[in-house]
Nanobody, 128 residues
Framework: QVQLMESGGGSVQAGGSLRLSCAAS????????WAWFRQAPGKEREGVAA???????????YYADSVKGRFTISQDNANNTVYLQMNSLKPEDTAMYYC??????????????????WGQGTQVTVSS
């Protein structure tokens, strides 16, 4: 059973930074699409960043327009961990952030149905 475990959420003032981590256990697919989604109260879940990896090589990264230039997704292949570095945070970034994974090429990266595995979520709160 694949398990994803997020950490690193918290509260920060606008303009601050946070780094989220997603540790995967028993996830051995050679091709992987990792993604970070977020969901604010009363809103739909939206994808914000995704990264495609094959074996131990990280490939393309993808970002939603709302976070482009502020967020960076990366992977530590040795530890099977994905990170989301979030800089210049804004109050509108406040949401529950979820890590997701799928044995795919990130073709439908913003479609939550694409992902087989999800973490439990970590809360990010940005105050103005």
């Amino acid at each position: 059973q694949v398990q994803l475990m997020e950490s690193g959420g918290g509260s920060v003032q606008a303009g601050g930074s946070l780094r989220l981590s997603c540790a995967a256990s028993r996830y051995t697919y050679s091709r992987k699409c990792w993604a970070w989604f977020r969901q604010a109260p009363g809103k739909e879940r939206e994808g914000v960043a995704a990264i495609y990896t094959i074996y131990t090589v990280s490939g393309n990264t993808y970002y939603a327009d709302s976070v482009k230039g502020r967020f960076t997704i990366s992977q530590d292949n040795a530890n099977n961990t994905v990170y989301l570095q979030m800089n210049s945070l804004k109050p509108e970034d406040t949401a529950m952030y979820y890590c997701a994974a799928a044995p795919s090429v990130c073709g439908r990266r913003w479609d939550s149905q694409e992902y087989n595995y999800w973490g439990q979520g970590t809360q990010v709160t940005v105050s103005s």
